[in-house]
């Protein structure tokens, strides 16, 4: 295989309903789509997912533009390989730039499957033919309303409901929701919002009597031994989420017992490849492992539908369907939950949905094209 033109499509899509973080709030977004075309024609599309802003990591999607243009697409571009992962090492010279690295990563993994007209999941070593699925609910204006969001959630019929915490909104906000759904899989999220303080630990303890899934990164990304302290005291499960960028990161946290699930974001390891790597290494581990999400367009989030098939994937992603987040997805048909909470696997080859071109290119903000 070997890739002889990428363009990169900066899109913007409006967000249905308003996303709070503990960092910032979002209306729309800004991802950028990677079409790579290797010599036989054949077409493999990625998604770099970066925010506009550096609150979740240091990416931005002008840095992962540049880095792609110059960094990631030259060294690519004219290499000849047999499989993604030999793709990947082209750029292997370049540190850190994660988010930018997995769009290009995934539109290799997406060519190859393509190519070789075997659905994606497959590719990947998927082995389920549905991912459940869970939905990540914003910081709201008030507790009636996030109680009436994890109604309707819940309703939808999404498996699991992860609420984002920050100082502030945080035990409160779990015991009402709890009041109102004493037994659904419920987690929280913090963003790495607290400090590893006294008080801090304190609200954790708190938290701890709700039976929650998981308590996903409550403390800085690089901070493993605040967190294996913690996890040392509780008996919920804590999840990284940021502080694992690297393989290297995951056996810090295997080895310090820095928490007990991991999430898998395609975007924060790399792409696929890494995803790949690190979910193996986590069953080996005996590590559960779910797959997190960056409120993907539709390219991403077929993508993350497939690594979800992967066996060691044994908690509900978040891989909510399109409509949760897109009034039209950029993918043909969108991705759709069923009533039970479940995303089926495609079994077409390739990505397994149409990109819709032309909604791309209705809502393209600007284009960069490079040739072998
Ligand atoms: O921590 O999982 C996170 C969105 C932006 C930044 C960080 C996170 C999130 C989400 C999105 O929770 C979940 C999704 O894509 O459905
Ligand atoms: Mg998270």
Known sequence: MRVVAATLH????????????????????DHILVELTDASGA???????????????????????????RYLLPPLLGTSWEHPADAAKSWAKVRGNEFAKAGVDMACWVLAAEASGRPL?????????????????????????????????????????????????????VAAVRAVYPDHDLHVDANGA????????????????????????????????????????LETPVCLDEAVETLADLETMIALGAGRVLNIKVSRLGGLTTSVAAHDRAREAGIPVWCGGMHEFGVGRAANVALSSLPGFTLPSDVSGSDKYYARDVITPPV???????????????????????WVAANTLSTIHVEE
């Open 10 to 29: 900066t899109v913007r899509l409006p967000l249905v309903h308003e996303f709070q973080t503990s960092s910032h709030a979002k209306r729309h977004l």
């Open 43 to 69: 077409v493999g599309w990625g998604e770099i997912a970066s925010a506009s802003h550096p609150f979740y990591g240091p990416e931005t999607v002008e840095t992962a533009t540049l880095v792609a243009e």
């Open 121 to 173: 999941a497959a590719l990947l070593g998927g082995t389920r033919d549905r991912a459940a699925t869970g939905v990540s609910l914003g910081i709201e204006p008030t507790i009636d309303a996030l109680v009436a969001q994890v109604a309707a959630q819940v309703e939808a019929g999404y498996r699991r409901v992860k609420l984002k915490i920050a100082p502030g909104w945080d035990t409160e906000p």
């Open 194 to 233: 607290y400090p590893a303080d006294d008080a801090s630990f304190a609200v954790m303890r708190t938290l701890d009597q709700y039976h929650l899934t998981m308590i996903e990164q409550p403390f800085a990304p690089r901070d493993f031994v605040g967190h294996a302290r913690l996890q040392a005291q």
């Open 336 to 358: 759709e939950t069923t009533a039970d909470g479940y995303v089926p696997v495609p079994t077409r080859p390739g990505l397994g949905f149409d990109v819709d071109t032309e």
